[in-house]
């Protein structure tokens, strides 16, 4: 389901989860192609969730079971949050747990940078 | 004879047989006697078609020039008839009638024999029918299965429902000065919210409200767990201090170590509370479940809470006490995001703003307030069952006696 905008190189991976909703019905599918993209060797991502308007419990376990399977080896950002998905970040605070950025741009600027 | 003819004379399988030509139906009827088949004579198209509806017929064979109802006619009737099971037809017809076959096709007839007809043909045509109603049967027969094994299934998941629905607290339940009023609406079977409130000390009421992340059995198991969990005597132990102060982040603290796993990703919501009611003090944990809202009189209503982490999902996280003025007189107001997620037809979602405006709208009577709101929402999903289980919990303090 996920498509790969930018990168997949090793570098910065703009990832976007091309769905209007990240739900129970396809969180976990999400968070298995995101193990794939890790496991082929991308440490530095960003889940671009501009198109997407509603994330629910099960999306949010999926994020940081993506973040779990990371660990250590690089970072995970998000980027693109508006309404109920901004508010659901808020509320479970995944905002101080992801950092956030406004656009892919900023997000792949800000890791580029810490590269 | 063969053993497969053997088995059809067991079975002894009625076949309705129609011409206007006794003769001819005679000589069909002989030779299906022969096989084992049950057979059944009618010299005209509306005699058959009674026959195979009276007999629950599942083969025919049928003449295609008859006077009256011809072979065309009655198949295409036939086809018409809703029947539990599939009518296999084979038509007899002349050498040269290539035109009327292919309009008899398109009419529902399978397959044809020529004139004259012999023995030969017949028994090839109806051995294959044979072979057919056979996997018909045994499709069947896998079906009736499929139905038992979900009907087994679906009731297991009632009793469960049940079970679970048990564990939650009475619509109205009154503790000392407060009055608990709620409900319940699980998307589909099993839900993954619980909730619950009891007298931790004269005075100190614990509550809290859970949602578990997804539906089903897998979200139901573990609201079940915390249920039993979540006693009078945990938040004694857990949310109080030494000095009986109320900490009921302790409470979740303690909850996120025992429940969250390295390798699972099994996580809740939830909202933990202990009122404090002789210094109208509202102390509270928000572990990722969406505010609540504190109801005056006179319609003021303001949301509790600022979010915190949910529970189980990441373990270094830490979880904080609040605390909020909870006068008597007020309503605490607390409902899942079920509530809140709740699309209309447009996909436009319920929302805080759309609790508010329910709270506020009017004077609400606490004890209409879940059946209000439950109701509410469904007309605002136009019909449509909701995606996610909804909870309604109303904590009424009343004026002191």
């Known amino acids: 389901m996920i498509k790969v905008k930018q ?18 019905a396809n969180a976990t599918t999400f968070k298995d192609e995101m193990w794939q993209l890790i496991d082929k060797g991308e440490y530095r991502l960003v889940v ?29 950002v998000v980027c693109g949050l508006s309404g109920s998905v901004e508010k659901m970040f808020r509320i479970t605070r995944m905002d101080k747990v992801f950092p956030t950025y406004r656009d892919s741009a900023a997000a792949a600027a800000a890791l580029s940078e810490r590269l | 004879m063969s053993a497969f003819d053997h088995a059809l004379l067991q079975s002894g399988i009625k076949v309705v047989v129609v011409d206007d030509d006794r003769l001819q139906r005679a000589y069909i009827s002989a030779i299906l006697r022969k096989l084992g088949y049950e057979p059944h004579e009618a010299d005209n198209g509306d005699t058959a078609l009674r026959l195979m509806t009276d007999l629950n017929v599942q083969i025919l064979i049928c003449d295609l020039d008859m006077p009256g109802l011809d072979g065309i006619e009655l198949t295409r009737r ?7 099971f599939y009518i296999h037809i084979l038509m007899v017809t002349g050498r040269n009638q290539r035109p009327e076959r292919e309009r008899a096709l398109e ?34 027969e896998r079906e009736r299965n499929l139905v038992a094994a979900k ?18 607290p009475d619509p109205l339940v009154q503790i000392g000065r407060c009055r608990f009023h709620s409900a319940l609406l699980a998307s589909n079977f099993l839900a993954g919210d619980m909730f619950g409130y ?11 409200a859970i949602d578990v992340a997804g539906h089903g059995v897998h979200a139901s198991l573990m609201s079940v767990a915390l249920g039993h969990m979540l006693t009078a005597e945990l938040f004694r132990q857990r949310a109080l201090d030494a000095q009986g102060r109320p900490d009921p982040a302790a409470l979740v603290r303690f909850l996120n170590r025992h429940f969250w796993r390295s390798d699972g ?12 009611q002789g210094a109208d003090t509202l102390h509270f944990c928000q572990a990722g479940y969406p505010s609540g809202f504190m109801l005056g009189p006179g319609g003021a209503c303001h949301p509790v809470g600022r979010g915190g982490y949910p529970v189980a999902l990441m373990p270094d996280v830490d979880f904080e006490t609040d605390r909020i003025e909870f006068p008597s007189d007020h309503l605490l107001v607390l409902v899942s995001d079920g509530a809140l997620e709740a699309e209309d037809a447009a996909g436009r979602p319920f929302d805080d703003h759309g609790v508010q405006a329910f709270l506020t709208a009017t004077d609400r009577k606490a004890s209409e307030i879940p059946v209000q709101m439950r109701n509410a929402l469904l007309q605002w999903r136009g019909g449509a069952q909701l995606e996610d289980d909804l909870s309604i919990v109303v904590c009424e303090r009343m004026r002191a006696a």
């Open chain 1, 7 to 24: 990168g997949g190189d090793g570098q910065i991976c703009v990832v976007d989860p091309a769905t209007d909703r990240l739900t129970a």
């Open chain 1, 48 to 76: 671009d969730l501009t198109g997407v308007s509603f994330v629910d419990s099960s999306a949010i376990g999926a994020l940081v079971g993506v973040l779990k399977r990371l660990g250590n080896r690089g970072e995970i």
């Open chain 2, 78 to 84: 036939i086809r018409a008839k809703q029947t539990g």
């Open chain 2, 107 to 140: 009419a529902g007839v399978d397959d044809f024999m020529a004139k004259p007809l012999d023995t030969v043909s017949l028994t090839a045509r109806i051995r294959s029918v044979r072979r057919l109603i056979e996997h018909e049967e045994i499709l069947a």
């Open chain 2, 151 to 168: 009907e087994r299934i679906e009731s297991d998941l009632r009793a469960a429902a049940d079970a679970q629905r048990r564990m939650l």
């Open chain 2, 198 to 208: 009891f007298e931790l000390a004269p005075g100190f009421l614990g509550l809290y």
């Open chain 2, 265 to 276: 990703e099994e996580y809740f919501t939830m909202f933990c509370a202990v009122l404090d």
